[in-house]
């Protein structure tokens, strides 16, 4: 196994297509999916079609797990699970489509539930099951999205410390105390995007007159625990920091078609994985991440590149 992805929030999700919306009225539609989907679902799809070898960790409970489960089996998943009690939410996306298919121009709104809190000991049950597959020697975790009620702050960091202490390369698309309370531990890549990165870390504002003062701050960052860290902005510029070389750089997206945009950031973070666990350096890992989130937002299915 060379890939352990963790995501505490699992999610199954419907994508509904029109050709046009009427707010106060009955819309009617027969262009639409279900999927197995959350962040860490996503990474593990494309990670798999990525032809890797991967593990994915949840906590999964109520009458919707067997539906969750058959999806993943059907897409070809490995997943581990603990058991939770916890309800699997449902999340939507809601395309409106230009011309009556799927095509440039298309509006995509989403609408996500929150999750239900998981049972007593269920953070418990889950490190078990984590020190189990970490038993089995996978050389990269990748620990994607926010955790459902009742888990502990501290449950990312300390899973975090236990892969480092192992030797993985760990990499984050966390936000929030997930994020602060892991970097103690150095993760190599830490991936939020810009408007996650300003609220973790306290910015109020984001324009080019504090750009510079972001940019020190996000090196600083850097340096001070021993990371990269990568802040994705939607379709617009990529900015990067290296603590190691030191040096902070960024990248123009290239614009794309796109049909969904649901899961790219996920795409993106399977492609950076794969090509640093690959030998890769960091910025050709980048232009890989990049790739496969332009190829997800091709697909009007989440979290694919094929």
Known sequence: MSFLTVCLNPTIQKTLCFSSITPGAVNRTASHRLDVSGKGINVTRVLTQLGKDVKHLTQLGGVMRPLFLSLCEKDGLSVEWAESGSEIRFCYTVI????????????????VEESRPVAPGTEELLLEKFDAILSCAPRCLVVSGTKAAGFSDALIPEITRRAKEKGLMVILDIKDNDLTGSLKYEPDVIKPNLDEFLRTFGFKTYDAENETDLNEFVLELARKHRCRVIITNGSRKITAADGVPNNIFSFNVEPVTAVNTTGCGDAFTAGLAAALEEGADFKTAITEGMRCGALNASFLRPGVIR
Do not use: D, I, K, Q
Request: net charge negative; charged share 10%; proline share 6%.
């Open 96 to 111: 409106n489509e230009t011309g009556g298919v799927p095509s440039a121009g298309c509006t995509v709104t989403e609408l």
